[in-house]
């Protein structure tokens, strides 16, 4: 039996096989990156106008400006690079699985095609929520308190805008990960339902913390971030009941 036909407690690679694997899947991803990116680029104009919709529905007279020469050539590559994430995510996501694969047994590496679909799925649909759900909702929500509130007339960037709405995509798409990520960690048996059970009243706190972090500083999209999240995790609570090892119930019923 070969190296690769081992099982995970059978062989472990030294530090320097992994880090090399790493950087080889992290090579790939970026190339598939940099050519959803120039795939993206050239039709920059047209994505450009859907980031806008959300400001448009809300403002339809308020004007985007470029306040540098640079301005608008990074945030046509901001755009780039979002769109170009996101088209070249499920090979990301399967590079991400094949980096794990040699820990795992022959069964669990049948898991790749649901593992690269549902993270995708999942990311896509974050960023779709985010995008028509909470974009307009916190662009409505700023504006005005700034008008009403400090009587300030709006004059936004474009990088600025630009970089507010890849920033709140992102983190939606990211954080929607979780069902997924804790649904396989429990499939492998590395995490246990009771465990997920017992930190919920930890994981609630860390969402709104999280959410603070990683969203601009307005209530609404940090809200609409949390929630989701909160709601993910009693859904992968229900998930790991279902797909946590019996082999491993045994051994903790046992204990």
Same mark, same amino acid.
């Given at each position: ?5 081992k ?27 940099i ?10 104009? +047209? *994505? ?9 529905? =809300?403002? #339809? ?5 470029? /306040? %540098?020469?640079?301005e ?6 901001k ?42 799925? +999942? *990311? ?9 759900? =909470?974009? #307009? ?5 700023? /504006? %005005? ?19 507010f ?40 706190v ?12 307005d209530v ?16 992968s609570?229900i ?17």
């Amino acid at each position: 039996m070969s190296q690769n036909q081992k099982n995970p407690e059978e062989y472990e690679a030294p530090i320097t096989e992994h880090l090399a694997e790493l950087r080889v899947r992290l090579f790939r991803s970026l190339i598939a990156i940099i050519i959803g990116m120039i795939g993206a680029f050239t039709q920059v104009d +047209f *994505f450009f106008d859907i980031f806008k919709e959300p400001l448009n529905k =809300v403002f #339809p007279d308020l004007k985007l400006v470029a /306040l %540098t020469p640079t301005e608008s050539f990074f945030t046509a590559f901001k755009i780039s690079f979002l769109v170009g994430f996101v088209i070249a995510s499920p090979y990301v996501f399967y590079q991400i699985w094949k980096f794990i694969e040699p820990a795992l047994y022959e069964e669990e590496k049948r898991l790749v095609v649901p593992f690269v679909f549902f993270t995708t799925l +999942f *990311f896509i649909s974050g960023t779709l929520f985010a995008f028509f759900g =909470v974009l #307009p909702l916190a662009i409505k929500f700023l /504006l %005005t308190f700034g008008y009403t509130q400090l009587d300030v007339e709006a004059m936004i960037s474009v990088s600025s805008y630009i970089s507010f709405v890849v920033r709140l995509l992102l983190a939606f798409g990211i954080t929607f990960e979780l069902p997924v990520i804790l649904s396989l960690l429990s499939r492998l048996g590395l995490i246990t339902p009771e465990t997920l059970v017992k930190g919920r009243p930890f994981f609630v706190v860390g969402a709104f913390v999280l959410a603070a972090v990683l969203t601009p500083p307005d209530v609404v999209s940090q809200v609409f971030l949390a929630m989701p999240l909160i709601v993910f995790y009693e859904i992968s609570i229900i998930m790991a009941k279902i797909l946590y090892p019996r082999s491993e119930r045994g051994k903790a019923s046992n204990s």
